[in-house]
Nanobody, 117 residues
């Protein structure tokens, strides 16, 4: 099995930046991409951003476009999420996930991001 471990979460003031990282414990050649999701208190988990290794496409939720940047290393099954111009609405637990074919098969434990106003 593949285990994902997130890091980089923490407290940041509005307008600040954070960089989240997520790495797989084991390499998998079946990975076609990775993504980030988040869950705010009292809300359902929502999609944030995703990257497909080939051809390297990226997708973002409308709420984070222009502020968040996803990147990664397919050889290491590692993904990053650069958060810029953070807003209080970004406060949530962020989860990374690894996609195989059309499904996100493996999930991390989550890392807390708190944006103060």
């Amino acid at each position: 099995q593949v285990q994902l471990v997130e890091s980089g979460g923490g407290l940041v003031q509005a307008g600040g930046s954070l960089r989240l990282s997520c790495a797989a414990s084991r390499r998998t050649f079946r990975s076609v991409g990775m993504g980030w999701f988040r869950r705010a208190p009292g809300k359902d988990r929502e999609f944030v951003a995703a990257i497909t290794w080939i051809p390297g496409n990226t997708d973002y939720a409308n709420s984070v476009k222009g502020r968040f940047t996803i990147s990664g290393d397919s050889a290491k099954n590692t993904v990053y999420l650069q958060i810029d111009s953070a807003k209080p609405e970004d406060t949530a637990v962020y989860y990374c996930a690894l996609r195989e074919e059309y499904q996100y098969r493996y999930w991390g434990q989550g890392t807390q991001v708190t944006v103060s106003s």
